[in-house]
């Protein structure tokens, strides 16, 4: 009897206990939730269509409208096109370069994953990587042509007519007075 009833605890766990433990159940709803109905086929495809479609809203949404894949080739066509015979005439549009702008360049590259991305990060950053250079390297010049014209601006006031030396000019210029002598 007590082999039996050992046998049948040991049975009870592996089949309930055993199993809620190694993959446990989530809590049962509140009796006031309905359960929702199995989708169809052709809802789940209208689900996803949807779904595509907001998903690709949202790319536009972030980076702007003018970047649709399609509209390189619709740009492409116009610069083909002649513009009325007018040779400064652009057709209404403002700066229109051969070159994807660098947002347009990473928006492309973002979509291409992470192999196509880092060559695009990387273009970014030499390329600020040397406007800062250039931009260091011309305050340094202006600072110096600055720096020359002052000190010959002081050179020909010193030569000319000498002004008031300011007080730490005064201190350099003229050693100290001597000691006064000792008094006995």
Same mark, same amino acid.
Request: positive net charge; proline residues 11%; charged residues 30%.
């Given at each position: 009897?007590?082999f ?19 993959f446990?159940s ?5 009796p006031?939730?309905?359960?929702r109905?199995?989708?169809?086929w052709h809802?789940?495809w ?27 080739k619709?740009?492409? !066509?116009?610069?083909?096109?002649p513009s009325n =015979? ?5 057709? @209404?549009?403002k700066?229109? /370069?051969?070159? $994807? ?8 590259a973002a979509?291409?994953?992470a ?9 970014i ?8 250079t ?6 340094v010049?202006t ?9 010959? !601006?002081?050179a020909?006031?010193?030569n000319? =007519? ?5 007080? @730490?000019?005064?201190?350099? /210029?003229?050693? $100290? ?7 006995s």
């Amino acid at each position: 009897m007590k082999f039996r009833v050992v046998c049948r605890k040991l049975y009870d766990y592996v089949r309930y206990d055993l199993k809620e433990i190694a993959f446990p159940s989530s809590l049962p709803d509140p009796p006031h939730i309905k359960k929702r109905p199995k989708l169809t086929w052709h809802d789940r495809w209208c689900i996803l269509k949807e779904a595509t479609r907001l998903y690709g809203a949202s790319w536009v949404r972030d980076i702007g409208p003018d970047l649709r894949p399609n509209d390189y080739k619709k740009n492409a !066509e116009d610069e083909e096109e002649p513009s009325n =015979g007018k040779p400064g005439s652009d057709n @209404g549009k403002k700066g229109n /370069s051969s070159e $994807p702008s660098v947002l347009e360049d990473l928006a492309v590259a973002a979509r291409g994953g992470a192999e196509t991305l880092k060559p695009a990060l990387r273009r970014i950053y030499m390329t600020r990587a040397s406007t800062y250079t250039e931009a260091m390297k011309n305050f340094v010049e202006t600072y110096q042509e600055g720096l020359k014209d002052q000190l010959q !601006e002081k050179a020909a006031d010193g030569n000319g =007519g000498r002004q008031q030396p300011q007080q @730490g000019e005064e201190a350099a /210029s003229k050693p $100290p007075p001597p000691p006064p002598p000792p008094s006995s």
